[in-house]
């Protein structure tokens, strides 16, 4: 696994953004705690991320690339015509899907995908990519999530292509708030 800096990722910013389009599994920054994601619309990048996590059903987030990607591909009703306004920022928002084929079967497997977009620099990237990315703690399902590259579960790295590391990351995982059922979930 390659570590990359911010400056790094800005030299090199055309072959991450080709390789992250070609399907390779990485681990990203976000304004929250570290992700591993891939093209969510990869549907064998994403069958590696569930098998690295030892995570079989449950649903992934998606990083989106624009607001104009999730109106296009979620059913957007008032609700969360307001809830997009707070966006970026630390939030997953549960929504329903009307576009099935925006991402890969295995990604969500329902009617409704976690949608996020951290207000973050890596932003920049996913929006030059313009798919949407995986994007879910880095750790096994059940364990602690990843802060810093020293606490970095062995396995997952192996099955990693590239860290974009900024050091320590000392926040909390995302907010859901699902507008299909209408509820909020602190994790």
């Known amino acids: 696994m390659e570590i990359l800096t911010e400056?790094?990722?800005?030299?090199?910013?055309?072959?991450?953004?080709?390789?992250?389009?070609?399907?390779?599994?990485?681990?990203?920054?976000?304004?929250?705690?570290?992700?591993?994601?891939?093209?969510?619309?990869?549907?064998?990048?994403?069958?590696?991320?569930?098998?690295?996590?030892?995570?079989?059903?449950?649903?992934?987030?998606?990083?989106?690339?624009?607001?104009?990607?999730?109106?296009?591909?979620?059913?957007?009703?008032?609700?969360?015509?307001?809830w997009l306004k707070k966006l970026p920022g630390p939030y997953t928002l549960v929504l329903k899907l009307k576009n099935k084929k925006a991402v890969a079967k295995n990604v969500s497997g329902s009617e409704t995908l976690g949608v996020r977009m951290p207000e973050h620099w890596f932003a920049k990237v996913i929006e030059e990519v313009n798919i949407p990315i995986v994007t879910t703690s880095v750790n096994k399902a059940g364990e602690k999530f990843m802060t810093d590259k020293n606490n970095l579960d062995p396995e997952i790295q192996k099955g990693v292509s590239f860290l974009i590391y900024e050091g320590e990351k000392k926040g909390r995982p995302s907010k859901i708030i699902n507008l299909v059922e209408g509820n909020v979930k602190e994790r």
């Open 7 to 82: 400056n790094e990722l800005r030299l090199r910013y055309a072959e991450i953004v080709q390789k992250i389009k070609d399907g390779a599994i990485f681990i990203h920054p976000t304004d929250t705690i570290y992700g591993i994601g891939c093209d969510a619309t990869n549907e064998k990048a994403v069958a590696k991320i569930r098998e690295l996590k030892k995570r079989a059903d449950n649903p992934f987030s998606v990083w989106a690339p624009s607001l104009k990607w999730i109106k296009d591909n979620c059913v957007v009703d008032k609700k969360v015509q307001e």
